[in-house]
């Protein structure tokens, strides 16, 4: 109670500073609270209260396309390629040709082996091999019982082996089981196979100075590149192959930014089957890379589980097989990711779906001499069987 004859004039909202905090005990317990409160914005709580949640959501849901977005920030692009002109006519002689790229000719071609690390891409390895096989001594394939992120998988080249008849007797193949380690990096799985494959050319009886294909299945040097190759003397050691990078089908062209295959002049001791960055010389125009380019749904879920960037399947629903057939058609990315570009003018420049194509030309030869079976890599065939 306040003290007999003292008189309080001030507002409540005034109270916590002022001798009147001693006022009635009716009015205490509000006066404290309004003390709590005072200069409190009920507007800036509520919108903390709501805004907190509903941008840990967004983070939450478009997190990697805001990382993505910012690259150019925290990542700075890689050094730019010395790309070397490439220059091709059927009707040029190689003699010409390899003087035009300033290399000599030799007397008899170098052998060439191709070496690859197989999954499940039949369609794909049999282009390829059809692609080179007038250009290749060797060809050695190497597969496991295991993807990269530690899932079993039948041998599926073994039990389609008949299918490439063709290439049978310059076929060394070569199995190897799964290490099944749970909760690894996938990119550990994939080293070790990488690995395993560098010793399985050994045993194809590959020697100094012979072509050395380096490259994914679905990464297809063209056939005249290859025999260009072989042919020029005096070519670099180690040669990245910048092909035409499409998505799908030969429909959706995204870019010429596909560099990771190569060709080696191979040297005992020295040479290592690698798919990263081993030189700065880039050979412009000498190829294709197909990726998800699969003729069944099955096989697009299969990859998106098996390959080493599984943590992009952020949620269950990317795996839906209609949602699935519905991104292809739409040329679209089936982890609903921004561009992989350095620059912010690249990123604006790709965001959205890919634009048709309605060409043909220049493609692998075998896709038109097989259309009937091959039908889904060209444009305008974009529906998939279920699997």
Known sequence: MPEAGYYCSKKTDDICEDVCGETSRA???MSRLRCALRG?????FLLLFMGVPVLVFIIYLHGQKISYFLRPIWESPPKPFHTIPHYYHPNVSMER?????????????????????????????????????????????????????????PFVFAGNRNRFKFVE??????????????????FVEESYQRVSLDR???????????????????????????????????????LHLQLRNYLYSFEFYLD???????????????TRYAHFRQTDD?????????????????????????????????????????????????????????????????????????????????????????VDRHRYLLPGNCKRESG
């Open 40 to 44: 409190f914005d009920l507007k800036a």
């Open 282 to 370: 880039l050979f412009a125009d000498s190829g294709w890379h197909c990726s998800f380019c699969f003729r069944r749904i099955s096989q697009f879920v299969f990859k998106m589980k098996a390959y080493s960037h599984v943590d992009r399947v952020r949620f269950a629903y990317y795996l839906n097989p209609s949602r699935i057939q519905d991104v292809i058609c739409r040329g679209a990315d089936l982890f609903d990711m921004l561009p992989e570009e350095h620059t912010f003018q690249e990123i604006i420049a790709k965001l959205g779906p890919i634009p048709s194509l309605y060409s043909a030309v220049h493609l692998p030869s075998y896709i038109l001499q097989s």
């Open 200 to 238: 399985l050319i050994r045993i194809a009886g590959i020697e100094d100075d012979d072509l050395l294909i380096m490259s994914d299945v679905d990464e297809i040097p063209s056939g005249h590149t290859i025999d260009l190759l072989r042919w020029c003397d005096e070519i670099p050691e180690k």
């Open 97 to 153: 040709l390899c003087r035009l790229h300033g290399w000599g000719m030799r007397d008899t071609p170098r052998r060439v082996f191709d070496a690859v690390l197989f999954s499940n891409e039949l369609d794909m390895l049999e282009i390829r091999w059809h692609e080179l096989s007038p250009y290749v001594s060797e060809f050695v394939l190497l597969e496991s019982n295991s993807t990269f992120t530690g899932l079993w998988k």
């Open 27 to 29: 009015a205490l317990s």
């Open 256 to 270: 010429d930014k596909s560099w990771r295959a190569s060709v080696h002049r191979y040297q005992a001791g020295k």
């Open 169 to 186: 007797s310059r076929l060394t193949y070569g199995t190897i089981g799964g290490r099944f380690v749970t909760g690894e990096n996938p």
